[in-house]
């Protein structure tokens, strides 16, 4: 089965810790997305890698770090450093060609106390 | 920065009738997505439309777009109590990429 799977489904971390939420895909696509999403709220991009080893802020990076060092893997480290951490975060990935549709995991539920 | 803005933010309709929700942009796009999302789950691809058309069919959704207005319209026909959800519009805008950004969605409830 092709997909984009993420673990954990929920994670508890107590604060100052940092956390690492990973992302896989088998789908063969070049580019890979970080979205983080609050109740009630749209999508905000965390980060995004259109090729390996390679990697640009989205509008929400202050607090967040990733690597790109496989296709298949795009984990995203939330560090100790991002005020208000919990939230709903969600990895997507595509062709990263035009027109760009994103397949997306089931997210991670982070809960910071 | 959030592009797209959804409107209504809720919608709650009976079982049977059609529900339609708007998008509008900011920017010059290539173009327009929707997705759904269920409940703490991910995003589902709905239909795309690109920005030299003007309207597409995918079974009980209908999308209009109108880029003179940057707006768009993503109609759901004869809906079900499995089409509650949240819907999002999705942007390409011509210099950002492979980037989409999202709007804020709209909560359907669809009522048995």
């Known amino acids: 089965d092709g997909g984009i799977t993420q673990s954990p489904k929920y994670l508890f971390r107590k604060e100052g810790q940092n956390v690492t939420l990973s992302c896989e895909q088998n789908l063969n696509h070049d580019a890979m997305y970080w979205y983080r999403q609050d109740p009630g709220q749209g999508l905000r991009l965390i980060y995004y890698s259109q090729i390996v080893n390679d990697f640009q802020k989205g509008d929400i990076a202050e607090g967040y770090s990733v690597s790109r060092e496989k296709k298949e893997s795009f984990p995203l480290t939330v560090t100790s450093a991002q005020k208000n951490p919990t939230a709903f975060y969600l990895c997507?990935?595509?062709?990263?060609?035009?027109?760009?549709?994103?397949?997306f995991g089931p997210g991670t539920r982070l809960t910071v106390t | 920065s959030q592009q797209g803005e959804e409107d209504p933010q809720a919608l709650s309709i009976q079982e049977g009738e059609n529900a339609t929700m708007n998008c509008s942009y900011k920017t010059s796009i290539n173009n327009l997505q929707w997705y759904r999302q269920n409940s703490g789950r991910g995003l589902v691809h709905l239909i795309l439309i690109r920005s030299n058309e003007r309207e597409k069919h995918s079974g009980r959704l209908r999308v209009t777009l109108d880029t003179s207005k940057k707006s768009s319209s993503l109609l759901i026909t004869a809906s079900r109590a499995a089409d509650t959800a949240s819907y999002f519009c999705?942007?390409?805008?011509?210099?950002?990429?492979?980037?989409?950004?999202f709007g804020e969605g709209t909560q359907l409830t669809v009522n048995p």
């Open positions: 997507a990935s595509s062709t990263g060609l035009p027109p760009y549709e994103q397949y």
């Open positions: 999705a942007t390409d805008a011509k210099t950002s990429g492979s980037r989409l950004t």
